[in-house]
């Protein structure tokens, strides 16, 4: 094996969907300690540690391979697969209860992907637990919480618009993982178009948890999964999200409708999106996409300058110092003053409604206006130093923004041209 050795590309290599065991066993067999080390912690980097150990546990039980260093990723493993039947055990709970109530639920994501993509409930790390109701039966699905104990950890009323928010604040219960009760895939005022009657009707029965479920059709679940990857998140989960895409399409490749798929990312609106994230997939994890959905996506295809500052965005996950939303960014662009006021007085004057969510105050508390105060002191120390740095021209900070700017343009270039 090459001196340079490059743990990422031998990563992606080894979780290639398909890759046998006896491939792998070869990959694995050719490093020496010091590029083991290098494996482990880029794969900790990426957040597919657990998933690494389930593959070379399966290694050792079929191949009976000896694996060095084990123990670096067997506690993160327990330590997932411990967490994650807690988190089952919870949406049984949580499933059966809207069951017997007569309200339909789905799961989305790491709860659905858990049991239906992964080989082991312990090979994915997962957060919270993600659970679809129709907007209708929003209001007694949060009754239905409310009596297994949940309670909203921030304010939250159906009487409010709630146009910029996809689900009700994470629910929280002691001994529980957090829990997000979502009514929609997406938030209403971006610029993306879901039509959730159509949605409910592709649904598939699922058994999750051991309770009778529901789950998306592989083609909502592939684009659902694009979109919070790609759009929602500005591509900055790593490799975790992208081998959440690769491993349904491997799976399910022969069940794919993949003109099905198509016509409904172009009825969303979400054509750029799925080209880009199926491209990743494509070149990253070598699964097979057939070449009639790209064209079909999008006809003049990817730019390779595009695509490699996406796959740079997902992969090279280097921490920086500064912090740069996309407000400081367009902050550091700006030459005139005034330009720079608007953009600081917009950024400490968010809509009530938000400030209400994120101090868990009615927005129509006498104590709103004191929050402003509350957030301005956050903004400064969060970003008072970055925005120091940049006022005196510090050339540090220049890595941070750049890869703010990338990840901006890929985000503006996804929703381009939309109405």
Not at 30 to 53: C, G, K, M, T
Not at 71 to 88: F, V
Not at 179 to 197: C, G, K, N, S
Not at 332 to 345: A, C
Request: glycine share 4%; net charge neutral; charged share 20%.
């Amino acid at each position: 094996m090459a001196e340079n050795f490059d743990s990422l590309t031998f990563l992606l290599q080894l979780l290639t969907p398909g890759c046998s065991a006896d491939q792998q066993s070869a990959l694995l067999a050719r490093l020496n300690p010091e590029q083991w080390d290098a494996l482990i912690v880029e794969a900790d980097r990426q957040d597919v540690a657990p998933l690494l150990y389930a593959l070379l546990a399966n290694l050792n039980t079929s191949r009976g391979f000896d694996i060095p260093q084990i123990e670096k990723l067997h506690q993160a493993y327990i330590s997932t697969a411990a967490r994650n039947m807690l988190a089952l055990h919870q949406a049984e709970i949580v499933f059966t209860a809207l069951r017997h109530a007569g309200i339909p639920s789905l799961g989305l994501k790491g709860i659905y992907l858990l049991e239906h993509a992964y080989p082991n409930i312990g090979a994915r790390s997962m957060n919270d637990i993600d659970i679809l109701v129709k907007k209708q039966d929003l209001p007694e699905s949060l009754a239905v919480m409310h009596e297994l104990g949940y309670q909203a950890t921030s304010y939250f009323s159906l009487a409010d618009e709630n146009i910029d928010t996809k689900h009700v604040p994470p629910m929280e219960k002691s001994g529980s993982p957090l829990l997000e009760l979502h009514w929609t895939l997406l938030e209403e005022h971006e610029p993306f178009t879901i039509d959730a009657e159509a949605l409910w009707e592709r649904t598939m029965p699922a058994k999750i948890a051991n309770e009778s479920a529901l789950s998306l059709c592989y083609e909502d679940l592939i684009l659902h999964l694009s979109l919070h990857l790609t759009y929602q998140h500005y591509l900055n989960l790593g490799l975790r999200g992208l081998m959440d895409i690769a491993l349904v399409i491997h799976k399910f490749r022969l069940e794919i409708d993949w003109q099905k798929l198509v016509r409904i990312a172009q009825s969303w609106g979400a054509e750029k999106v799925t080209a880009l994230t199926l491209k990743l997939v494509e070149t990253q994890l070598n699964v097979p996409i057939p070449a009639e959905a790209f064209s079909s996506l999008l006809p003049e295809g990817i730019d390779p300058s595009l695509l490699e500052n996406a796959r740079r965005q997902l992969l090279e996950r280097i921490p920086f110092n500064d912090r740069f939303t996309p407000d400081l960014v367009e902050f550091s662009s700006q030459k005139n003053l005034l330009s720079k006021v608007k953009i600081g007085l917009q950024r400490i004057f968010i809509p009530r409604l938000a400030l209400a969510r994120t101090y868990n105050v009615p927005p129509n508390s006498v104590k709103i206006l004191g929050l402003y105060w509350v957030r301005l002191k956050y903004l400064i120390r969060s970003y008072g130093k970055t925005l120091l740095r940049l006022q005196r021209g510090e050339t540090g900070t220049e890595p941070a923004r750049k890869k703010a700017q990338i990840s901006i343009s890929l985000h503006e270039w996804m929703i381009r041209d939309k109405k």
